[in-house]
């Protein structure tokens, strides 16, 4: 009771008690202030208080003990998140108490709230981009596509091979740097479609789970133009300088020509 890392107390008709140290210090009550009150106190909201004390009980009823989330307020004003869980010390009368474990689950819960703005965050983002991508497994069987990557292809191909489902191939492309994203680096290349003149710049990263497997996540960036642009470029720069070169003759056999015309 004293050494438990979690709060525990006891309840009858709702009024505490008992609390252990750990439940002095969630709420920065000290005991002489928990023992002996209703713990109608420790609620922020009339609300909150009556919603633990239905569903505890309506799950006492049913499987012997009741697990609820609530928040409790701090003797500082505080908010803090609760997992409660409460078994009554006599089934059958329940005025003789109810134990209950009290864990300050707050820093989870904000985690999780953190986790799921930035999952949110970074899934808009796919899902707005014009350039194709898509997520691959360690087995190169593909668990997300971004919507451009599904309009590009003409289906959602979750849970097939890359390779086939981009591609059509029955086996691994020739241009694939897969393995160097699973040494945990980036890679870039380019690629040009077959019976095509397009041409994508493809990017791809690794990205590293918590089990230590990873993911390889590819984008696909349409260059056609950009490559034709700089042909064209090519072109002309190569023409500037034969026409300069033929200037350039030019002016130095008007050169020779003039002293010749001259004494002739």
């Not at 009024?15 to 009150?37: F, Q, R, S």
């Not at 609820?68 to 089934?91: Q, Y």
């Not at 997300?144 to 086939?164: L, R, S």
């Amino acid at each position: 009771f004293r050494s438990a890392p979690v709060g525990i107390g006891v309840v009858s008709d709702r009024v505490i008690t008992k609390a252990n140290t750990k439940v002095e210090d969630i709420t920065g009550y000290p005991a002489n202030e928990l023992v002996g009150k209703n713990a109608r106190f420790l609620y922020p909201s009339d609300e909150d208080y009556e919603y633990v004390g239905t569903e505890k009980y309506r799950q006492i009823s049913l499987y012997g003990t009741g697990t609820v989330e609530t928040k409790w307020k701090r003797k500082d004003g505080t908010i803090v998140d609760i997992l409660m869980s409460s078994t009554p010390i006599d089934l059958k009368d329940y005025s003789k108490g109810v134990t209950f474990s009290a864990l300050d689950i707050t820093e989870s819960k904000q985690n999780e709230k953190a986790l799921v703005e930035s999952e949110e965050k970074y899934r808009t983002m796919m899902e707005v981009q014009e350039d194709p991508a898509y997520i691959s497994s360690q087995d190169m069987r593909i668990e997300y596509m971004n919507p451009a990557m599904t309009k590009w292809i003409g289906k959602d191909a979750v849970g097939d091979k890359c390779y086939e489902a981009i591609w059509g191939r029955q086996s691994i492309c020739p241009w694939c740097v897969f393995d160097t994203v699973m040494n945990g680096e980036t890679a870039a290349t380019e690629v040009r479609v077959p019976d095509s003149e397009e041409i994508y710049h493809v990017s791809s990263a690794p990205i590293h789970h918590a089990d230590n497997s990873i993911s390889k996540f590819t984008s696909y960036r349409n260059v056609t133009d950009i490559r034709q642009l700089s042909i064209r470029l090519q072109q002309a720069q190569k023409m500037e300088a034969i026409g300069n070169l033929a200037g350039g003759i030019a002016h130095d056999f008007n050169n020779i020509l003039f002293p010749i015309v001259g004494m002739s």
